[in-house]
């Protein structure tokens, strides 16, 4: 079965500095990752996934992620946080199987947290 | 304006008081699903649907009804919601592709059940 690791809960940082939110994934074959951004009282917010090619992808907001297939994992990272950058992040794994529809399978999130 | 709408977006209800959560996109989205956010456990997929009149139980389906009468539409129902149910709800919409699509969400609706 597949699964989402996010193993810190939260992550703070200082206004200015880099920025890195872990994920590690458990699935069988090659999958399709994802990052969702999750601010007060709103839903779900797509950042950007991964399909295949490049392991450095960019996304909205200035956001990169880096897919390692050996460590099998798929870090956020931003090079300069925001404090607007505050909010709940989410990775997401879906099975390269599930071509034709989307099933989600999300980690617990972590609480990003950034200080001017 | 491309969006997921869930009414209500605030609910608390009694023990055994059937209820029903909507939800409504307007992209013309084949795939719609329905998610509950708890601390610690993150989004857990409750059911889906495919498309109308198809839908499936996703990982935590029990307690739950949902139906797919048309396209655009995908209300989930508790017939006899119970506490352990007081969760924050999302519903999400996509297309259906060949590859993986951005998911839409919407608001939410955080539901208390006493």
């Known amino acids: 079965a597949q699964s989402v690791a996010q193993p810190e809960d939260q992550v703070n940082v200082a206004e200015g500095n880099p920025l890195t939110v872990k994920c590690t994934y458990s699935v069988s074959g090659n999958p399709y990752l994802f990052w969702y951004v999750q601010y007060p009282n709103r839903g779900l917010q797509f950042l950007l996934k991964y399909i295949t090619g490049d392991n450095l992808v960019k996304g909205s907001y200035g956001f990169e992620a880096e897919f390692n297939k050996s460590q099998t994992s798929f870090h956020l990272k931003k090079p300069s946080a925001l404090v607007s950058d505050s909010a709940l992040y989410f990775c997401?794994?879906?099975?390269?199987?599930?071509?034709?529809?989307?099933?989600?399978?999300f980690g617990t999130g972590t609480r990003l947290l950034v200080s001017p | 304006e491309a969006q997921v709408t869930q009414n209500p977006r605030y609910l608390i209800t009694v023990t055994g008081k059937k209820l029903t959560v909507t939800c409504s996109q307007n992209?013309?989205?084949?795939?719609m699903s329905w998610y509950r956010q708890d601390p610690g456990l993150g989004l857990r997929q409750i059911y889906y649907s495919m498309n109308v009149e198809v839908t499936d139980k996703g990982d935590v389906p029990e307690g739950y009804k949902v139906s797919r009468k048309e396209k655009r539409n995908f209300p989930l129902i508790l017939e006899s919601p119970s506490p352990n149910q007081t969760s924050l709800y999302f519903c999400a919409s996509s297309l259906v592709g060949t590859g993986p699509t951005e998911a839409f969400f919407g608001q939410g609706t955080r539901l208390t059940v006493v």
């Open positions: 992209m013309n989205h084949e795939y």
């Open positions: 997401a794994v879906s099975p390269r199987e599930n071509t034709g529809f989307q099933k989600l399978v």
